[in-house]
């Protein structure tokens, strides 16, 4: 009998302050309406507690994610954390979270693939499921953007915000949970999606800080194209395989990094929009933490046996699509 990797709860956590389109305004030369038309975001989170990082996002979010579905830490055996702006180079978030809240008998480690990282990071845990290596795992997005955005840019900084998503996996004999990956990569697109500065090649120096390198740089237009492109042939591929159509798919869960992207992709594999679920207008990009939070903001409408395809695409460049069969009606856990 074959083991699954079912998704058994989900759980999000975003901060408290809003960053509106209005208070945009204040800061870099652009407006409501066109944030909104181009974008698709009305307002997003900002994370401005005192002395939190991205660890402290995704441990709230682990933590609900441990209360709702009865889970205590000690029966955790691994946690895998999706994330661009981990607290430290080193030690990994992964740990870090375990250690804040007392999941003393896993180990853990981050998945840095940019806005595709919980997806990448969802694969991976089922893998270690499915083995039977593991019988809990925890993979948990969490990103804190506005730690890494330049608010003198309005090409970057009207589109992202912070937020953390968690899931549980856990192994199951029944015809639910993660069924088939494909998954996609092209390094030549980090000429248009990257930070400056910061890592090895270009260390942080006065200079480097002062030329404000230590930001996120995109040029739209092309991460647009391939995002469009990357992200519907991989809705395809998985689709093809596992002999589903646009009636036997419920929903596409789509990385939220603008509207536009999200309309094209749908409108190319032929999915209707109220199958698409959309967040962005309230959090943003929150990069790693997107798919989770979308998965919490519509949990109560998921039911059992409900096929669903999560989408994304990142810098680097990185893509996927993952096919899920939902374990539980939304709710019940």
């Not at 974008?39 to 002395?51: H, P, V």
């Not at 895998?80 to 740990?95: G, M, Q, W, Y």
């Not at 693939?113 to 083995?131: H, I, K, Q």
Request: aromatic share 8%; charged share 25%; proline share 2%.
């Amino acid at each position: 009998m074959s083991i699954r990797a079912a998704i058994k709860g989900v759980m999000g956590y975003v901060p408290e302050d809003i960053l509106t389109n209005s208070d945009l305004e204040k800061l870099v030369d652009t407006n409501d309406e066109w944030i909104r038309t181009r974008t698709g975001i009305k307002e997003r989170r900002i994370l401005k507690k005192d002395g939190w990082a991205s660890s402290d996002m995704g441990a709230e979010a682990v933590k609900g994610l441990l209360k709702k579905t009865n889970t205590d830490p000690s029966e955790i055996d691994l946690l895998i954390c999706a994330t661009v702006t981990a607290d430290l180079v080193f030690p990994d978030n992964a740990n870090t979270i375990c250690d804040k809240l007392g999941i003393n008998s896993a180990f853990g480690f981050d998945i840095n693939a940019a806005c595709s990282g919980f997806l990448y990071a969802l694969t991976t845990g089922a893998r270690f499921v499915e083995s039977g290596t593991c019988k809990k795992v925890i993979v948990v997005g969490t990103d804190y953007m506005s730690s890494i955005i330049d608010y003198t840019d309005r090409a970057t900084c009207v589109l992202f915000g912070d937020g953390a998503g968690a899931v549980l996996l856990e192994p199951t004999s029944e015809e639910v949970g993660i069924v088939d990956s494909s998954f996609g990569g092209d390094g030549s697109g980090r000429a248009f999606l990257h930070m400056k500065a910061g890592g090895s090649r270009r260390p942080a120096t006065l200079e480097t800080v002062m030329n404000r390198e230590h930001f996120v740089y995109q040029e739209g237009r092309s991460v647009f194209k391939y995002a469009v492109r990357g992200m519907a042939e991989s809705i395809g591929e998985v689709m093809g395989r596992n002999g589903l159509d646009e009636k036997k798919l419920n929903w596409v869960v789509p990385h939220q990094a603008n509207l536009r992207i999200i309309q094209s992709v749908s409108k190319m594999v032929g999915v209707s929009p109220d199958r698409v679920m959309v967040n962005i207008h309230k959090y943003g990009n929150t990069t790693s933490g997107t798919l989770p939070l979308c998965l919490w903001d519509y949990e109560n409408q998921l039911r059992k046996g409900d096929n669903l395809i999560l989408v994304a695409f990142g810098g680097g460049f990185t893509w996927g699509a993952t096919y899920v069969k939902w374990a539980y009606d939304g709710g019940d856990e």
